[in-house]
């Protein structure tokens, strides 16, 4: 069943483009879907998703759609619950957005230490949009990631890093107008806090906008190469989740095994208006029922 719904949404949806996205490289067995916003000047990239209401539920990407990228056991979900939401706004504005909700049971973001970004909760996600396996983070290979944290106890604030913190000459790249990023939480005193815990847990929400690019360099935007995005357009996507409360030191991941072995990055096709808007975007099947079928 599966493989038949994903040979439908493979047709209508991505053509050519998903046969570089073999399905083995995601968690789902199936790839990911970014919808295009229908008004970004709407859009406040403040850790609220009171903005993001335009969004069909079916292409949230759910706890089901992720796996341990070390393939330790999935926390219970009393332990932690994720959520997000994957869009994109045309030209001119030309930017990847991303909405992130964790349920926890604690939050952690007592490290002090920026140069190890990924300490304790945090959201590390990245983009390849030429497709080459990881090579390292210096720029003159296509594949880079970022890490978003709330800055409140780390040394030199920043919500939005290079994953790799000695990349002092990409840091342009992490910070406006080149992207913009938010973390709140609920209870809001909970990002107060070195360690928060709760009978109930916390909801933290991680938000962001960020301009793509196929090439970095280290003399900045100008210099570099920006990724146009459009519909249709395949752009492998990492989005991991950190969760720093023992014992759960692990990635949650949207990428496979299989990639993970081959330092590649999930898949995601870039959805337009019409695409998801329409009844028919994907001829018999909806992205609802391929979710559906996961268990098959």
Known sequence: ?????????????????????????????????????????????DGSDADWAWFDPTYVITMDQFRSEQDAPMPDPAD???TAKLAWSA????????????????LDIESTDVANPWAD????????????PRAGDDGRVNNYAYVI?????????????????????????????????????????AVQSPIWTSDTGVDIFYEFKAAVWDRRSVDGAAASDRTILEAGKFIPFLLNVEDGDGPWYFDITIRSSAASAAAYFAGTT?????????????EESTWGRIKNSFGQ
């Open 1 to 45: 069943m599966r493989k038949m719904l994903l040979g439908l949404a493979i047709i209508a949806l991505a053509g050519a483009a998903f046969a570089q996205a073999p399905a083995d490289r995601n968690a789902n067995g199936v790839g990911y879907y970014v919808l295009q916003i229908p008004n970004p000047a709407s859009m406040a990239i």
């Open 80 to 82: 932690m619950e994720i």
């Open 91 to 106: 030209a001119p504005e030309n930017m990847w957005y991303v909405f992130v909700k964790v349920h926890d049971d604690t």
């Open 121 to 132: 909760d945090c959201l590390n996600f990245g983009w390849d949009p030429t497709d080459a």
């Open 149 to 189: 944290k709330s800055p409140n106890f780390l040394a030199t604030p920043e919500t939005m890093t290079n994953s790799n913190w000695g990349l002092e000459g990409m840091r342009w790249a992490a910070r406006e107008p080149n992207a913009y990023a938010a973390v709140a939480s609920d209870p809001p005193e």
């Open 270 to 282: 870039l959805l337009g208006l019409s695409d998801y808007t329409s009844p028919t975007a994907v």
